[in-house]
């Protein structure tokens, strides 16, 4: 009686840890492709690969001309997000162009020198701002701007 029970426990985390790798794969092929499609409409702004890795790199390491280039590069951006709404700082912009470019919180938190918490809060303000449902991604919705 114990060895089925065992054998039955054994086959349940077995499906459940399989189950779990197709998950993990499913989510790193998304992520693959999202980052992809970035790269793709990038380059529909006539972004070259140099171009994309400076803005990538002023981004990450927090530096000051990264604000100006983004705007180079993506000139209707910021007016369609103050468009949305016109009482947005420099600083809400800010990480409105740093999510454009698919930073995840974690990203944008080590990019900023900020916590994980302090991102969050921010995103969430961000959120309230542009009127933005708590059942889409935040992440999401300013990639189709």
Known sequence: MDIVFIKQKDDLIYGL???????DSTIEDLLKENKELLKQQMLL????????????????????LFYD?????FPHFIPAVLE???GL??????????MK??????????????SIRAVESRK????????????????SFILKI
């Open 17 to 23: 840890i399989k189950d779990t790798r197709m998950k």
């Open 45 to 64: 702004n006539d972004l070259t690969e140099e171009d994309i890795q400076e803005i990538f790199s002023l981004a990450e390491n927090n530096s000051p």
């Open 69 to 73: 280039k983004f705007q180079i590069f």
């Open 84 to 86: 949305l709404n016109p």
């Open 89 to 98: 700082i420099y600083s809400e912009l800010y990480f409105c162009a740093l």
């Open 101 to 114: 470019l698919d930073f995840d919180t974690k990203k944008i938190a080590q990019c900023t020198n900020t």
């Open 124 to 139: 969430y303000r961000i959120r309230k701002k542009l009127n933005i449902p708590s059942e889409i991604n935040i992440n």
